[in-house]
């Protein structure tokens, strides 16, 4: 089965910067859009950030607007630049594609990416 892979997790200090990878296109998945989740132990999952395939319209939670950024390019690769990183940043972060909006992005139960791990050590 087609699935979306993440890649670029990693370690990083505070207030530092990370960029992950997915490998996601309309084209493979359909749907409205992609979103970047991620998951810390003990939490339930969050949806940090979403993009729209037609016109690249995007999506942000409050925990990380103005930090972070989701992009695409002509390559079927969609990216979540993450800047200014804090401790409470770290989690597994998964790519979803396929999914649609409704005031947040709604993923897709099935195109899940593996997940990637984020540390961000104090």
């Known amino acids: 089965q087609v699935r979306p892979v993440e890649s670029g997790g990693g370690v990083v200090q505070t207030g530092g910067s990370l960029r992950l990878s997915c490998a996601a296109s309309r084209r493979a998945f359909g749907g409205v859009g992609m979103g970047w989740i991620r998951q810390a132990p003990g939490n339930e999952r969050e949806v940090v950030a979403g993009?729209?395939?037609?016109?690249?319209?995007t999506y942000y939670s409050d925990s990380v607007k103005g930090r972070f950024t989701i992009s695409r390019d002509n390559a079927n690769t969609v990216y979540l630049q993450m800047n200014s990183l804090k401790p409470e940043d770290t989690a597994v972060y998964y790519c979803?594609?396929?999914?649609?909006?409704?005031?947040?992005?709604?993923?897709?139960?099935?195109?899940w990416g593996r997940g990637t791990q984020v540390t961000v050590s104090s």
């Open positions: 993009l729209r395939w037609s016109d690249d319209g």
């Open positions: 979803n594609a396929g999914g649609h909006f409704s005031g947040t992005y709604i993923p897709h139960r099935t195109f």
